[in-house]
């Protein structure tokens, strides 16, 4: 994400990097401007959890003051924010101002250039929320508009437009999906007791948004473990949410036939297991239809490879301490979602959400950064990115 061109954050002032002499270096954003951005983006997550490997992208077209269109882009393959917010306008959009979250394409993909659409309905101004970190857009798109004379404003609310599509812009820059990594926790730092049982660490405000940090991934990740002791569901129990793929990843596949994941078919399963490790089971797996992809060796950034090929811009891992810890060492994990509930379990050998990550001074502690912190219900959050260096 820090590869990409920069503009201040939450500036008044909107600049670009690829204005040239004709244009103004700077010009006063109005709070409508904002206003239609942070439509955009109301938008464009219509979409959430369905554009993969595409960004969510939402687009407003202004006249004379009214919103006369306006579009999102629903799913990869299909037509970009601008095509349906074109539509929408009609013949209307001669003259008037496109807001877009994303700038807008110049490529043929698996759609035409959004550029030339942009040319053709004879828009007047474009304001883009970010630029397209897309290598095969990068700036070019911009470029384009520019150079058939429209003016383009760039990096209207872009922190917020970022992430939005911080999975995306990850996916982009380092070709992994980009890690999530949530958990549970009491205030005295335990995900369950001495014994094994963690279900109900948190208050029910705190499972919403679990689900919604569900049905915003492609796929959600645990452990041979997490089936065994906490059977969950991994589902975004929302009507009408996007479910992410399940997988669950296990070397000795030595996991109950009867466990909730394969018995629900709400949301699709994929179990990661090593080369050979018990074909019985994985039979049973997939006469139940569930997909078993063979690993060697299993590891979280060999799983993370399989799934960016796969398309997936975001994952959540929802693991136990020991695949968490081992998640963190090979940078399958960049944001961290800590829930802390105000119960004291006890138990030194109860278990904690991060295992050994052989750490022997404080000072090498991993300080997360651009840190949130908010009350969900009785349960504090804790939302932050691991440093910088790490990605
Ligand atoms: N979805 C989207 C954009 N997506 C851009 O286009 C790429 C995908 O192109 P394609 O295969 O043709 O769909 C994607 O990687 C991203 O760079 N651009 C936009 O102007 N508006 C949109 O709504
Ligand atoms: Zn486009």
Redesign the pocket.
Same mark, same amino acid.
């Given at each position: 994400m820090d590869n990409l061109p920069m503009v201040e954050p939450d500036a008044f002032i909107a600049e670009s990097e690829f204005q040239d002499d004709s244009h103004p270096k700077q010009t006063l954003l109005s709070d409508f401007d904002h206003a239609m951005m942070r439509r955009c983006i109301e938008l464009a997550r219509r979409a959430l959890g369905r !554009?993969s %490997?595409? %960004?969510?992208?939402g687009?407003v077209i202004v006249k004379d003051g009214e919103i006369i269109g306006e579009g999102?882009?629903p799913r990869?393959?299909? %037509?970009?924010?601008?095509?349906f917010a074109l539509k929408a306008a009609g013949e209307n959009a001669r003259g008037a101002t496109i807001y877009?979250s994303?700038?807008?394409?110049n490529?043929?993909?698996? !759609? %035409?250039p959004?550029s030339e659409a942009l040319v053709a309905a004879g828009i007047a101004k474009v304001v883009v929320g970010m630029v397209?970190?897309?290598p095969?857009?990068a700036g070019g798109?911009i470029a384009r508009l520019r150079a058939a004379g429209i003016e383009v404003l760039v990096g209207v609310e872009e922190q917020a437009c970022k992430k939005l599509n911080e999975g995306?812009i990850h996916r982009?820059l380092h070709h992994r999906p980009f890690g999530i990594l949530k958990y549970a926790m009491t205030l005295d730092g335990k995900i369950a007791t001495t014994t094994g049982h963690s279900a109900w660490v948190t208050n029910k405000d705190a499972r919403g948004e679990v689900h919604q940090l569900r049905a915003a991934c492609d796929a959600v990740i645990v452990g041979g473990n997490t089936i065994r002791l906490d059977n969950p569901y991994l589902t975004s129990h929302r009507e009408g949410a996007h479910n992410p793929l399940r997988v669950v990843m296990s070397r000795s596949l030595d996991l109950p036939q009867n466990a909730r994941i394969w018995q629900t078919a709400e949301a699709p399963t994929l179990v990661f297991t090593e080369k050979g490790a018990n074909p019985d089971f994985q039979e049973l797996l997939r006469n139940l239809g569930v997909e078993v992809v063979e690993l060697t060796p299993l590891t979280p950034d060999q799983v993370m490879a399989y799934l960016y090929k796969r398309g997936f811009c975001s994952v959540l891992w929802e693991c136990g301490g020991v695949l968490a810890a081992s998640a963190i060492a090979q940078k399958a994990v960049q944001k961290v979602f800590a829930f802390i509930a105000p119960k004291i379990v006890g138990g030194v050998h109860a278990p904690t959400p991060v295992g050994d990550l052989g750490l022997t001074s404080m000072t090498e502690a991993l300080s997360l950064e651009r840190v949130e912190i908010r009350v969900v219900g009785s349960d504090c959050l804790v939302e932050g990115y691991l440093p910088s260096h790490q990605l």
């Open positions: !554009t %490997p595409n %960004p969510m992208v687009a999102f882009h990869a393959g299909e %037509p970009h924010a601008e095509v877009v994303l700038e807008p394409c490529h043929y993909g698996r !759609t %035409p959004c397209d970190p897309n095969l857009v798109g995306f982009i």
